[in-house]
């Protein structure tokens, strides 16, 4: 088997689901970083998401907003392993009480 499908394969997609949702959550109630006047950074623990507030920049709120991808899949990597080792962890526990 092509090694790209066996990886895919071992991909939990519920907690990556779980991992997305949580994400988007997280940038909306942890508090957002100001760089400078005009500038906002907003995600966890990578901001992902700048958003400029200058008159001159947007036009639209497309071109106000800019989205890192590189941040944004470096914190769902970090998220989602760290759901799943809590879940490993616990699964481990519920073995070793017997239930």
Do not use: C
Not at 32 to 61: A, C, D, M, W
């Amino acid at each position: 088997m092509k090694p790209v499908k066996l990886f895919f394969r071992n991909i939990n997609w519920k907690l990556l689901n779980f991992t997305v949702y949580i994400e988007i959550l997280l940038s909306y109630f942890l508090p957002y970083k100001i760089v400078n006047e005009s500038q906002y950074q907003i995600g966890f623990p990578f901001p992902f998401l700048t958003i400029y507030n200058k008159p001159i920049i947007h036009i639209n709120p497309y071109q106000s907003m800019h989205l890192h991808d590189l941040n944004l899949l470096i914190d769902l990597i970090l998220l989602y392993v760290a759901f799943s080792s809590i879940r490993m962890f616990y699964s481990m526990i519920r073995k070793k009480s017997g239930k």
